[in-house]
């Protein structure tokens, strides 16, 4: 039942370690519906503080990470991503970091968020969770007259109370239809997140080294001609061939032109599938949309196929302390 | 002179190895000014062709590469840039490439092409131009009233000569000011180009290896926030370490928004210095911009420094097949 997470309350502190908070009446929004689901909110000091485009200079940014690791929530949740914590990664106290999973937090973000938790599984091998910011999540209402969304908002819960356990889609017509149903892969990495920032981390130390695993993948207003770039560098880069699976989620926000002359993603995805006989499937709820699903990046996970729909179960191999906050 | 370039006509062969021509007016006007110049001029049979948002597809534009090899000219040089030639890295017939070049030919091209050069000076070792595109370089005109840039046309001229032997400019306010006049880099390799399609090429076996190189870079349409993304992942990469010099050419046809608060180029120019020991030069008179130099990538160069004027020297150092045809 929504408003009611057990006899102690669960609890979210809200930090903002990647670009300064533009809207303020969506971070209330969104502060105010965690508290309306029953969720203990704590906010961080820094929060809604500006350095230029960033919320605050580095050193600001990397103490809110500190205080975030210290706070004892539940789930530490990112106000809101556009780009900063590529800046930090190699001041980021990834001990704390740890020290604090290890305890039970979930650290909980999308888009610049994946190059944290990018750096977190190459450093720690810890396991983040790819999901909602609060601006974007929460925050939404107003003119728009958008609600937050049912399915990101229970995945959310579910995280809270330990319960989730995997997650379904169907693929689109493009999705990879294997003869016969089919498990892709068992107790493989989960790893990814947004393509242009994980991409940015090739070559450096905070690129998870990962074989055999599951690879999400989702954009934000990158025409499909820069999505195929990227992909082929991950290519070309003996990244993609070492999966067992690579799952795209939602490409959103770009333009097509003129030019491109029915050139479209659908041809990125055949463009891929040509050069690797890793699966590639397509339409995994996740990206800059509404309705998304959690994903624990760096835990181990199942990937099975049954015609157009996919499921994605990671329930089984989660540690405990990703579960229970002792 | 203009339009007397010796007993012999030097030649020019124009192809398309990128994106589909879009302004084909441009490319007449092109050709035309081409031929006003003094020069030969033979177009490729698949110049103007289409694929979706390619100049035909990627066995076209292969055909492509191979007849400008084998055409024996003493320029080839790409109708325009775009997006292409990422896709066709691997299934470039080097060895042909590296045969025309060891006859004499100089492959001269902008933007994309950096895909193209810094694959062959990655495969091969041999040197290739940046420089103009045809469309851009000597079509432009017409309702915008522009004429090709008279310091493009006398580079372009020089190389055809064998005359050129280096480029000077002035830095800008934010340049590499040593206390004394001094010698950046004595043969040192010139590599390079686009930042966004040389960063795409990283983990790759089409990103050159050089130590003690100079590294030049420019850009377009990348806001810097981009562009500090890219320079901070050649940071951590270790390429910008290893490197004599960095010199940045012309970033250009970026939007600046009310969330950057004073957040510009500038600042990812004293980032990256405070990363570096490495000399950052600044504005290179080289880009998306009319007036630019041409610059041979994978030559030794010397680059020294007077007050703010830079000095960048190849005529002592390129093999004699890049200055005369036989």
Not at 17 to 22: K, L, N, R, T, Y
Not at 201 to 206: I, M, N, W
């Given at each position: 039942m929504r408003g009611d997470n057990g006899p102690v309350k669960k609890s979210v502190y809200i930090y903002s370690?990647?670009?300064?908070?533009?809207d303020k009446v969506a971070f209330k929004r969104g502060v105010r519906r965690l508290t309306q689901l029953g969720y203990a909110v704590e906010v961080d000091a820094d929060a809604l503080t500006r350095f230029t485009r960033f919320a605050g200079d580095d050193d600001t940014r990397l103490r809110s990470i500190t205080r975030a690791c210290a706070s004892g929530a539940d789930v530490a949740l990112i106000s809101r991503g556009g780009y900063g914590l590529t800046r930090i990664l190699d001041r980021i106290a990834y001990a704390e970091v740890a020290h604090a999973i290890d305890g039970g937090m979930h650290f909980v973000g999308i888009s610049d968020f994946t190059a944290f938790q990018s750096a977190v599984l190459a450093q720690t091998g810890r396991c983040t969770w790819a999901g909602p910011a609060l601006c974007e999540g929460f925050g939404v209402g107003g003119a728009d007259g958008l609600v937050p969304d049912d399915i990101m908002e229970d995945c959310f819960q579910d995280l809270m109370l330990g319960q989730g356990e995997g997650a379904g889609w169907r693929q689109d017509a493009s999705g990879y239809l294997p003869a016969d149903d089919t498990a892709i892969a068992t107790d493989a990495i989960l790893w990814g997140g947004n393509l242009t920032v994980l991409t940015s981390?090739?070559?450096?130390?905070?690129f998870p080294q990962v074989d055999g695993g599951v690879l999400f993948l989702e954009d934000v207003g990158e025409h499909p001609y820069r999505v195929e770039r990227m992909l082929t560098q991950l290519l070309r880069a003996g990244v993609l061939g070492r999966q067992r699976a690579i799952v795209l989620g939602q490409f959103t926000g770009y333009r097509l032109v003129g030019h491109d002359r029915g050139f479209k993603m659908a041809r990125v995805v055949e463009w891929i599938r040509t050069h690797t006989t890793v699966p590639v499937l397509t339409n995994l709820p996740y990206g800059h949309v509404q309705t998304k699903v959690l994903l624990p990046v760096g835990a181990q996970v199942d990937l099975a196929l049954s015609g157009r729909d996919a499921m994605l179960f990671w329930g089984h191999a989660l540690p405990d302390a990703a579960h229970e906050h002792p």
């Open positions: 370690p990647s670009g300064a908070v533009q981390l090739l070559g450096t130390p905070f």
